[in-house]
C-alpha cells in the first residue's frame, strides 16, 4: 500500500552511463515532482508535471530529461552521468500542484552514486 | 541571501525540554509555509503547515511573522522520538505548480 515509490533504492554506476528512475503514485495525485538532495542535505526541485505535462523545469541540465507516461508515474532518465549527480533523488505527488497549500507525499528516495 | 536559512544545529536536548527552532525567508510575496520532518535516511514528511494566525498540533507550536519573514517551530516536552532534521518549507508563489523551497534542515537529537 505504499503511496509513492520509487526504483531502485541504491544506484552505482560508472561517469558516463545512462540510468533511469522510476516513479509511481497510487495516490491519485495530479502533480509529481522530482527533487536532488546533495550531499548538504539542501532539497531542491528538479522538475513537476501535472497530468503528464511538464509544469516546473529549473535549472537543470538537458542530461536529465522527465517523461511522465502517465498522472501516476513520472521517470528521470539521466544520460552521461557525472560525479556531481551523485545525491539521493526524491519523487514526491500532491493533489493539486497549483493550490499552495497543497501537502506533498515524498517517495523513499532513490540514492545514486557515480563512480 | 539563501531563500530560506535555518540553524542547521545540531540541537542536543534531554527528554522533556521545550526547545525552538527559527526560519526566515527571503521572498516577502511568500504564500504558504509549512515545517516538515526528515528521518536519517528517510523521505521528508508534513510534520504541519505555518498559518497567519499561528497553529498548534499537540506538544507542537508553529508561528508566522510576515512583516519580520520569519517562521518557529516550538517543541514542547520532546521526545527521543521526536530526533529528526526540521526542515522549514516556503512556497513562494501561489499558482506555480506547487514549487516548494527547502531550508537546510536544523538537525535535533533528544537524548535519555
Known amino acids: 500500500d505504499t503511496a509513492v515509490s520509487q526504483t531502485p533504492k541504491y544506484l552505482v554506476t560508472q561517469m558516463g552511463n545512462d540510468k533511469s528512475i522510476k516513479c509511481e503514485q497510487n495516490l491519485g495525485h495530479d502533480t509529481m515532482y522530482w527533487y536532488k538532495q546533495d550531499s548538504k542535505k539542501f532539497l531542491k526541485i528538479m522538475f513537476s508535471?501535472?497530468?503528464?505535462?511538464?509544469?516546473i523545469n529549473e535549472t537543470v541540465p538537458n542530461r536529465f530529461s522527465p517523461k511522465s507516461p502517465d498522472k501516476a508515474h513520472l521517470n528521470l532518465h539521466i544520460n552521461s552521468l557525472e560525479l556531481g549527480d551523485s545525491a539521493v533523488y526524491f519523487c514526491a505527488s500532491s493533489r493539486a500542484g497549483t493550490a499552495s497549500q497543497e501537502t506533498q507525499y515524498f517517495g523513499p528516495g532513490t540514492r545514486l552514486l557515480v563512480l | 541571501r539563501k531563500e530560506v536559512e535555518q540553524d542547521p544545529g545540531p540541537f542536543n536536548v534531554p527528554e522533556g525540554a521545550t526547545v525552538a527552532f527559527n526560519c526566515t525567508y527571503s521572498n516577502s510575496a511568500s504564500q504558504s509555509f509549512f515545517w516538515y520532518r526528515q528521518d536519517c535516511r528517510k523521505e521528508p514528511k508534513l510534520l504541519m503547515s505555518v498559518y497567519s494566525s499561528g497553529n498548534e498540533d499537540g506538544r507542537f507550536t508553529a508561528q508566522l511573522n510576515r512583516a519580520s519573514q520569519y517562521i518557529s517551530l516550538l517543541i514542547r516536552d520532546s521526545k527521543l522520538s521526536d530526533s529528526a532534521t526540521y526542515l522549514c518549507v516556503v512556497n513562494p508563489l501561489r499558482n506555480q505548480g506547487g514549487k516548494l523551497i527547502f531550508g537546510q534542515g536544523t538537525e535535533l537529537s533528544v537524548k535519555p
Open positions: 508535471y501535472n497530468n503528464k505535462e511538464l509544469i
